[in-house]
């Protein structure tokens, strides 16, 4: 019996060693790379880097390959670590790019409601100043006065009123008291104080008829418009918001052929400026006096 024990001893001795063999550990440099792959696969990576993300994974099966063919070689460590590496910069970088993608959606969805923001204000502006607009051609309307709406704001003329003599840039009594009223209008709307109102401007327009050269009629007009500017001013209106101009005999409005055409071309035309973003209103032309 004894004997037979002995016999039975050496194979197993030499299954244990062969068991041993076919059970070697890969070595650590491929267990990193392999878990540092799962990491990356399991990580942005796999969305926003797959470039580097392929990189590393054929690196990964080079490492493979090399230790299912010599388990013991130093090129399976080298490789291994390689693998690693690659794996690990798949992963920063995938993690970076998807950070960017997200701080580049909030700044999109920042900037469209800045936007949309932006947008409701300038409606809510427009549609206030034109309001702004009809409030002061009404105010104009209660008057009497004549105004017609133009592309550069409210026109208002003096009709059937002389302003000024032949040659002259003094204000005719005759036409003082409806300065004053257009005065009076224009204090109304200033007196309020509107937000809407600001950035309106007085914008005063010179002209003469047709007689005389075309550089004394320039400079004649332009102290017309400087003596209702002037006017204005005396009767509370800020000089800051006032502009004076000539024009000479440019756009005659009745014929200078007539001492009566002469007469109503010897004007100076007020314009109030529209407030900033207003639209024309849209009112029936005002009656006149």
């Known amino acids: 019996m004894k004997r037979s024990i002995f016999v039975l001893a050496p194979p197993a001795i030499a ?15 491929l267990r990193d790379a392999r878990a540092a792959y799962q990491r990356a696969e399991a990580s942005p990576a796999a969305q926003t880097n797959r470039a580097g993300l392929m990189d590393a994974r054929q690196a990964l099966d080079a490492a493979e390959r090399e230790y299912n063919a010599a388990p013991g070689s130093d090129d399976v460590k080298t490789l291994g670590y390689v693998a690693q590496r690659k794996a690990e910069i798949a992963e920063t970088e995938g993690r970076a790019a998807a950070a960017k993608a997200k701080e580049e959606a909030a700044e999109k969805t920042y900037l469209q409601m800045q936007a949309a923001r932006a947008q409701q204000e300038a409606e809510k502006q427009r549609q206030a100043a034109t309001v702004s607009e009809r409030r002061a051609k009404l105010a104009l309307d209660r008057l009497g006065l004549a105004a017609k709406d133009e592309p550069r704001g409210t026109v208002i003329t003096l009709p059937n009123a002389n302003m000024f003599a032949t040659n002259k840039a003094d204000i005719m009594p005759s036409a003082k008291e409806r300065l004053t009223e257009i005065a009076d209008a224009v204090k109304q709307v200033i007196a309020e104080r509107a937000p809407q109102d600001v950035g309106r401007k007085i914008q005063l327009v010179g ?8 550089e004394h009629n ?71 006096p």
Do not use: W
């Open 218 to 288: 320039m400079e004649l007009s332009k102290h017309r418009a400087e003596a209702v500017r002037t006017f204005f001013s005396q009767h509370g209106i800020d000089a800051s918001m006032m502009e004076a101009e000539g024009r000479g005999e440019a756009d005659p409005i009745a014929d200078n052929g007539t001492s009566q055409g002469r007469a109503e071309n010897r004007r100076v035309e007020v314009v109030v400026t529209r407030a900033p973003g207003a639209e024309p209103p849209a009112l029936p032309p005002a009656r006149r």
């Open 15 to 29: 299954l244990a060693i062969l068991a041993g063999c076919a059970s070697t550990q890969a070595p650590n440099e």
């Open 207 to 214: 002209y003469t008829d047709s007689t005389g050269s075309d």
